[in-house]
């Protein structure tokens, strides 16, 4: 059992990065079908060959396999349940994928729903922000069954190049979890870091040649620093996602008794940062709260 070019994918989600990832699958020879509440946003993808769906039901109805990446926990609720959701619509043997970065307890409702009706589901967050979805490299963090995360593997090598089933349904959204506790306090040092080279009155590129070698390199210092220091704002990740990706850690987290000061200390400035305005900005905006 093996997705091949042949099957139709079907992509719900065309954002900052779902766009990026759908456009590689049509690039790579898949039929790719698409919906998206901005109906402008699937345009492009149009033009070069994506097939253009009316509602979450006929894409579900019309799709092999069915890729979601939205906005928020309640969206995913709202694209698979309910009578005009994919769960109810989706063919048998039909793999059905999130990519949105949701509650581990929500990926594993729909895996058992999925089930009781021969559907497969993975959870399937990502990592690797505008620039790894546009160059088809993205960490892709995985839960769900084996037989199915062997199915759709080659979908996945699409999209990115760490690629990893990390365990059972929920498994992905655990790790995708870890992943954005480590991001969330090395972000604060990476402001923190830049703003100190501009108060010594350094050349803060020049910094960041060497400290981007050494043991403070990171993927947010190599790629996110020089956006900060040319003052680009404009979204890779949005801030108020990284809020919403924060707070569903931090539950988590307290749901397994477990003391997070640094993601506490995080999620404290980033919703500070949307306060001011800046909910729409990338993540790298979290600089104006240390440069003021």
Known sequence: MTVTKQATVGFIG???????????ILQAGYNLNVF????????????????????VADLAADSDVILTIVGYPSDVEEVYFGENGILNNAQPNSFVIDMTTSKPALAVQIYEQAKAKHIYALDAPVSGGDIGARNGKLAIMVGGELQAFDAVLPLFEVMGENIVLQGEAGAGQHTKMCNQIAIATGMIGVCEAITYAQKAGLNPERVLETITTGAAGSWSLSNLAPRMIAGDDQPGFYVKH???????????????????PGLELSLSLYKQLAENGYENNGTQALIKLFSK
């Open 36 to 55: 998206t509440r901005t109906e402008a946003k699937a345009d492009e993808l149009i033009q070069l060959g994506a097939v253009w769906k009316d509602t």
């Open 242 to 260: 990284f809020i919403k990706d924060m707070t569903i850690a931090l539950e988590s987290a307290d749901e397994m008794g477990l003391m997070t």
């Open 14 to 24: 065309l954002g900052v990065m779902g766009k990026s990832m759908a456009k590689n």
